[in-house]
């Protein structure tokens, strides 16, 4: 699995397309992106990171990198989503951070 993550509107499924030589719709059945939200309300991380594992991609929106919410849901939410990652970076074969349209690779071999 790769895991593609960066922040908002950092090319990363665009990227994700490039490397699978797929068009969008492709893309939705052998990637699965903005898992943040599955982690938000999730109970098992390990099982959610488990079946998302499944995926060729997944790619992750950073959270976190900013203001701190007040609302302690959408700090947990937060929390989930940084853990949710953490775990997938564990059991991916690359991980790819995406700055700016530009591809770092953290982990693993280049995909391309």
């Known amino acids: ?66 203001v701190v919410p007040v609302d302690p849901d959408q700090r947990a939410a937060r929390e989930n989503a940084g853990r949710l990652a953490c775990l997938l970076a564990q059991r991916a074969d690359t991980v790819v951070r995406m700055f700016c349209g530009l591809p770092i690779f953290l982990k693993g071999e280049r995909p391309e």
């Open 1 to 66: 699995m790769i895991l593609i993550t960066g922040p908002l509107y950092s090319g990363k499924r665009d990227y994700a397309r490039r490397i699978l030589n797929c068009s969008q719709e492709e893309l939705g059945c052998r990637a699965v992106w903005n898992v943040q939200e599955l982690a938000a309300a999730c109970e098992d991380l390990e099982a959610l990171a488990d079946r998302l594992a499944q995926y060729e991609i997944v790619i992750t929106t950073e959270v976190g990198g900013g």
